[in-house]
């Protein structure tokens, strides 16, 4: 992602929040807290499977 689109994405995720700066951070910790969640589930799932069938770490 180029820095201008970094930029625009900020832009929208404020103006989602009717320009207030607060509820767009809160926001994003909130995606973050869930995205977090997400991967430690995915985690828990791999170690539960174990290795992948053609060898080798079942996360690489």
């Known amino acids: 992602m180029s820095f201008r689109s970094k930029d625009t994405a900020i832009d929208e995720i404020v103006a989602s929040c009717n320009g207030d700066l607060r509820g767009a951070v809160r926001a994003l910790l909130l995606i973050n807290e869930h995205l977090e969640t997400e991967l430690a589930m995915a985690y828990a799932a791999a170690i ?6 053609r060898g080798g770490s079942a996360l690489h």
Do not use: W
């Open 48 to 53: 539960d499977r174990g290795p992948v069938e």
